[in-house]
């Protein structure tokens, strides 16, 4: 990860990236600093970045020229993604340090002063971003704590145990209360439970602190600590039909927009703010109706199994693209993998991915989900790979979050699969020559084994009416789910009503 902050005060970020991990990172070369003094991109001969405000007001305005000259010698051209530090930000969260933690380099842009010309903003910044609701005097301690929560997500930077940590189930609750020795301190012991052994015993006691010291010191967090188990205990009763919203929530990713499980209702509205994607799931349609209002305006996606929402979200200005069944494999216990030549794909690997998914095909793409190599369909364009979403900037994506897996023929790549955004296993598509010879069934077992590897219960979707690959999800030992479900996108504000 390289760090490109733009400010007055170069000097001041230097400090940041000396000590301790982030020191330690910067050494072995995870993360870097290029540290851009935009005085030093002035036209102005007396050195001055700074003018007074059109239409008055107090203070001084940073002008545009000066900033955007930086920002194109630290950019050198790349469409980097760049944040401006900001009260009038985001709010920054971990969510959003794990988002950008999977950009290879960040502009961070500190205001000084009473702010930044509006016109390079609309220019230069991607995200607006706030570390918080208090008032400091400049920018560059909002990127330094920026910095230092992106960079212990970068892997390597943290040792195995720590990274794995981040996405458990106490992520929700404040951390229990440890203790070392001496086992008497001042007169006081160490809980009694801690010395017992009994790893079980001590596992409830400390989800039990966690709770009270959340329900007493963060009362925001308790509630949504509730309503994320309530909902779990919720989905449970239907596992099937469930899954991706009990995953996504496990996982960490599904924040609970709206429920009425609070009230002896059973509709639930989860949205992955990443993704786009809004989960809903709902008890019956007066209730729905209601419900598709609260699908946030950013949600690009929604995914439902109760059928009459899609007349409402229809209305709401979403369009049906994949009617599907949900498939889901519980068993713990990986898959024979009989396909020997099969890794994870990186960004490098992007040229072939295209290459692959055109082989046979019409056009750049002719890719087609979820066949299992096992039909003949030659697709048209990389959204047969999963939905009108998936473009070449969705496979970047994934290829960069290291989601995407090839197997390998003769030294060329044969065939893909991987994990969507939101969480379901798709994305598959063998090329055109190397179908017939169960590519897709080991690239399918092989990803499923990752998924497993982290803990995570695989699911994915299959395009109703596919029966080759319904056969090969029977194959591969998943269940099929009873309810349809329905794949919604949102409808561009110009496009005409169908
Ligand atoms: C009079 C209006 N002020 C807004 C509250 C102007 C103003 C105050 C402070 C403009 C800039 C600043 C400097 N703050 C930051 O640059 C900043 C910041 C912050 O003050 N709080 C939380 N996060 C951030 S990120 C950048």
């Given amino acids: 990860m390289k760090f490109h902050v733009l ?83 985001e709010r920054f969260t971990q969510q959003k340090a794990r988002e950008l933690s999977g950009e290879e380099e960040l502009v961070l842009l500190c205001g000084h002063y009473e702010g930044i010309d509006e016109r390079v903003l609309e220019d230069i910044v991607t995200d607006y971003i706030s570390i918080g609701d208090y008032v400091l005097t400049g920018g560059e301690l909002g990127a330094a704590v920026m910095m230092d929560a992106i960079a212990r997500l970068v892997p390597g930077v943290l040792g195995n145990e720590n990274s794995a940590q981040e996405e458990s189930f106490f992520n929700d609750l404040l951390e229990y209360p440890q203790y070392s020795r001496p086992e008497v301190w001042r007169g006081k012991a160490v809980p009694e439970v801690l010395l017992s052994g009994d790893h079980n015993r ?19 967090l308790y509630g949504v600590y509730q309503a994320k188990q309530l909902a779990i205990k919720q989905l449970s009763a239907d596992k099937r039909n469930s899954i991706h919203m009990m995953e996504s929530l496990k996982r960490g990713r599904g924040e609970i927009i709206y429920t009425s499980l609070w009230s002896g209702g059973e509709d639930i509205v989860l949205y992955d703010r990443e993704a786009g994607v809004c989960m809903l799931a709902a008890e019956n349609p007066e209730k729905g109706k209601n419900m598709a209002g609260i699908v946030p305006e950013a949600a690009r996606l929604v995914l439902t199994a109760q059928p009459f929402l899609e007349d409402i979200l229809t209305e709401r200005g979403y369009r049906l693209f994949l009617r599907c069944r949900q498939v889901l494999y519980t068993q713990k216990s990986p898959l024979p993998v009989r396909h020997r030549e099969i890794r994870r794909l990186s960004l490098e690997d992007f040229e072939e991915v295209r290459l692959c998914c055109a082989a046979g095909g019409e056009g750049p793409g002719g890719a087609h989900d979820g066949c299992g190599g096992q039909c003949e369909e030659p697709g048209g364009t990389f959204d047969r790979l999963g939905g009108p979403g998936v473009d070449e900037a969705y496979l970047r994506k994934r290829l960069q979050a290291g989601a995407l897996y090839g197997a390998f023929f003769q030294g060329r790549l044969a065939g893909i699969a991987g994990i969507h955004e939101e969480g379901a296993l798709g994305l598959l598509h063998v090329a055109q020559e190397c179908r017939r010879c169960g590519i897709g069934a080991s690239l399918e077992a092989y990803v499923i084994n990752r998924m497993l590897e982290k803990g995570w219960t695989p699911y994915g979707h299959v395009e109703e009416g596919n029966e080759a690959s319904m056969k090969l999800q029977e194959k591969l030992g998943l269940y099929v789910a009873s309810k349809t479900f329905l794949w919604m996108e949102k409808k561009l504000a110009n496009e005409a009503d169908v």
Avoid: N
């Fill in 202 to 220: 001590i596992a409830a006691w400390r989800l039990e602190q966690a709770r009270e010291r959340t329900a007493l010191r963060r009362p925001d």
């Fill in 7 to 89: 400010t007055l005060f170069p000097e001041m970020m230097r400090c940041c990236l000396s000590y301790g991990i982030m020191g330690r990172a910067a050494e072995k070369g995870l993360i870097s600093l290029h540290a851009v003094d935009i005085r030093d991109y002035t036209q102005d001969r007396h050195g001055k970045v700074d003018d007074y405000p059109y239409g008055g007001g107090a203070g001084m305005l940073m002008q545009a020229q000066p900033v955007y000259d930086a920002y194109l010698a630290a950019s050198g051209g790349r469409a980097v993604r760049t944040v401006y530090l900001t009260p009038q930000g």
